[in-house]
């Protein structure tokens, strides 16, 4: 699935061309989500556990492994989202 506005396909209905790039932006979001748990389920089933615990982790060791995935072009980036969305867990907890 890929994420394409079909603007040009209701053009005279602003409403519904917004409409639809929600939808179309929902259905993004998702598909990645469901990309995202794959491999952390995969991690568990490896041996991973403790994501939320503190003391493996420290937000900041979270924070650096970010910055330092989003610097390699190679990375997955389903690997990086799944990092943000530990830091979003602590920041929100």
């Not at 209701?10 to 179309?24: R, V």
């Not at 403790?50 to 997955?76: F, I, P, Y």
Request: glycine content about 2%; overall charge positive; charged content about 25%.
């Amino acid at each position: 699935m890929k994420y394409t506005a079909k603007r040009d396909l209701i053009y005279n209905n602003p409403n519904a061309a917004k409409a639809l790039e929600k939808n179309q932006l929902s259905l993004l979001v998702d598909a990645f989500a469901t990309e995202m748990k794959k491999v952390l389920h995969e991690k568990v089933d490896d041996g991973f556990c403790l994501w939320d615990n503190e003391s493996v982790k420290t937000l900041l060791d979270l924070r650096t492994d970010l910055a330092s995935a989003g610097k390699r072009a190679h990375l997955n980036p389903v690997h990086v989202a799944n990092l943000a969305a530990f830091i979003w867990n602590r920041d929100n907890a």
